[in-house]
């Protein structure tokens, strides 16, 4: 990346607009929102990174904060309960020298049955020039940045998309696996063990782990990936390598990644589930299960972790754990998206001047 | 107004306490609170109106922040669930450089059962100078402005006021209707619409707008006009215009604004209204029925919206609608309100040296 | 104190180390953590006394703000309601211009059964460097500070401690007493008053007074005593002096201080009180039973108050009350706290050069 995030919050701002692409030709942010990854391309992914990169940097100095966002408004508007995601994007903005407004719908007026529309409407004649959203209706932030005149970062809608989440794990496994270059990511064995059926971080990282060409396997009860066998084969069509099966050893032998999802207690009273003990007996992430990956393989979960349950604690906090590795990277890979999208053509808000 | 606000967060502190009248003579700001708006002279809400047009400039700026509450902790506490109204004065306090600090009743120790006064010292010993208050008991910020040693701003009490929610009304209409001249707006007919008992936004209103000499009505079911009757006669005597009626269409005719108060869906419970689908039929504002307002008559709400009960979605969205100016206009209003407290003689802390 | 506090916020960041004792010797602080006070020195309780006297110092500047921890983040993660503990962290941490994040448990997916480890792993991937924990069991912080890499400070944890509440009351008894000579403290009697059993604030000023010297008195109904008298033998050995005792005149008589505690409505069930009603008539700090104290003893509550319970309504706002006194001090403490622990060598995080 030629272009560098100089100075501190006294210096001038410098947004890029323009950066370099490995192959050294520019590249262009072209997206004002960041909806999903499914329409990110390896050139996006790359440029992600690699502006992840340079956050990494930022967040390494003694004073964690550049100038980018500088009297910009980001306003946090979560319909859901979060530590960690609503957290990352605040520390992320801040870092920026943004200023933060958080909006918790359960302790505001959004609760009094205002329609969404007009909460959107509302928090932007506020101030808001960028908008990170979580919702519990799959497709809200659609429906957000159809209205909103800034850029939506979707934090988590429904069951249908988490992107940041799915590109924080895509740069934890390129700086672990692959030396920070996106290309050493092709053709590894990943697997997403556990309930994909309800997991948007599971449906992210499906698009953008088989876009970086990783070989893909989702795992767990069959009544937990119902719907995806149809999408491998759809995706097979396009050049995508998804596998699904719920034969745990199968998955597990020779993986580079296991990635085990958070069991939701809730969906036991749906009978999708017989009990938690036989979810971990069959699908628990244990230290004998994990021997069957690749040596050295990555362990990874995007938290909040049932312990015991989904994963094992000697699992989750031993040596080849990368899951506090995810949460510091969600930071400096949040910090690249709002840079990103506050510098697109299309972002609403000008952009001060450079 | 002959003072500016200059320069940024790196410059001086310009706070005015004197500003010129449209008259060209020197009128200061004599309140060291904004209870409610019912001691406010034509002269004070002159000088709120000015001093938002500046406000109004300064939110235009690429980085909209002036130094002029630098140093100064604004503390925000509010008992009652609210997006707009807390967002909007934390954002207006942290565009004068403010330092905010927000306190929910829900989840702090007010809940433990302690006395509005002790929470009110205990508050400013944190160090509070300004204090934005919204309360479910009628009176409480006079009570609160009886212990506080800055300046109490009432965000809301009960049924009684609502003063920043007037000013920002009043400015959206002398901007819209007037040409930015307060004076403009005498003689205009303004009708509110809708459960005008239980409505501090109501109340605030009338004081406001028969100050500023508008021919106001006020129009909705007979059991939610209870007391307004006897109001409009003893304001007539001292010269201000108000109407009361529970004919829709006698009080749309010819109106020049018709602003939809918000229908407390608890109000079913009293008995005081039928159902929600009667009062849409009978006063819900329609197409049809704004039609018979004057050509362009401004369409207001102070949200949030239950839309196709007390307004047609149409309406709300539609050409004459100001709903979000409203919002935007509050931003303004707010800072020039703490602007104008901080700087009047008798504001507890002391002002930075200009 | 021979290093001072100098500049604002656009000024060079000073961090002492090294202080100067009162005897001229210099002494540095050791603590990484402020979990207790069980564990502090009579010369670490007057490093800690004189630092507030510095931070009192920049409390009365027209702006309150040092560049002492800018570039820090703070992270307030209370897993209890609160307002003053909390806001008054908040306020000493952006005093001292560090970034503040806060977190409150029941809004948070730490109620998603997360546990305390791997939240606070979580809380210190994102950027955390200082902690500031209130959690409803005993011990908590201690397990915090087994995980997290820079430095906790307990706000409150179950009965077990309350840090700096009771370095407040020791700052703030030694300003009223002794003429801010913590040595003048010594010999002086001092009254905790009420439920000492359930008591955090007891326990930990039960620590810092008699290091300090004080003659200390703790007195209740005997159900709310359990204990205390064991503790007080022991703590004679080490020469301490403790007297236990539910004879309310004898306790107060020539008393310099008197603290009344909260009563906890919940412990009626329980039980261990009759009534509220009973309560108040035996162990209430009236204005007689204040009149066998020394002339101008001084009334503290740690608050919340239930006025009319354990104390009088115009006990508490009468003039030997220093209750608000408690308050402010206690940002100020704060402040030094915040400061020490970052200066301390074993501190996580690395210093910004000074």
Redesign the interface.
Known sequence: MTDVLEGDATTDVVIPTIAASKEGQPVGWRHRHLLDVDDLTMADLDLVMRTTDAMTEV?GR????VPAL??R?V?ILFYE????T???F??AA?NLSA?V?N??A??????????LV??I???????AQMLVLRHHVSGAPYLAADTFGGSVLNAGDGWHAHPTQALLDLFTMRSRLAGGALNGLRGRKVVILGDVLHSRVARSNIWALTTAGVDLWLCGPSTLLHGFDAWARSAAIGGRRITVTSEVAVALRDADVVMALRIQ?ERMASGLLPSLREYAARYGLTAERLSLAAPGALVMHP?????GVEIASDV?AGAQSVI??Q??N??AVRMALLYLLAGAPGAGA?A??S
Chains 1, 2, 3 share one sequence.
């Open positions: 967040l003694p004073i964690a904060r500088r009297g408004t306003t309960a979060s530590t960690r609503r957290v990352s605040e520390v801040k200023d407004v909006i918790a359960s302790t505001s007026s959004v609760t009094k049955g205002e329609s007009d909460t409407r509302t928090v932007e004649a506020l101030g207690r938290g909040p972790m049932n312990e989750a506090t590795d949460v510091a969600g930071v000008a001060p001047a």
